[in-house]
């Protein structure tokens, strides 16, 4: 089975979203977790908004669904790669000093 454009729009939105993360996180400390996890889930909404409409589904079901499927797959993949790869420097530095 191919994947649908609704796939692949998943698959971007999840990958837009750490992008707008990772913006956040490089804004000044300010920013609680908080802060940074409201606007990951606004923005999965926004982005879950547009896919539906353009899907032509715009009923509260299929909505829920997708922004469930990005923003937990935008999680996801935050926690498994973004999150460990950006702390390799704090890593390499206190094994440095060991």
Same mark, same amino acid.
């Given at each position: ?21 990772? $913006? ?15 606007? $990951? ?8 908004? $547009? ?48």
């Amino acid at each position: 089975m191919e994947p649908t454009t609704y796939d692949l729009w998943v698959a971007v939105s999840a990958i837009l979203v750490i992008l707008i993360t990772w $913006a956040i996180n490089q804004l000044p400390p300010r920013f609680t977790d908080l802060h940074k996890r409201i606007v $990951a889930a606004v923005s999965s909404a926004v982005l879950a908004t $547009a896919g539906v409409f353009y899907q032509g589904m715009l009923d509260t079901a299929d909505w829920g669904r997708t922004w469930l499927v990005i923003f937990m797959a935008a999680t996801a993949i935050y926690v498994v790669i973004v999150k460990p790869v950006a702390s390799l420097p704090q890593i390499r530095a206190m094994r440095n000093k060991v």
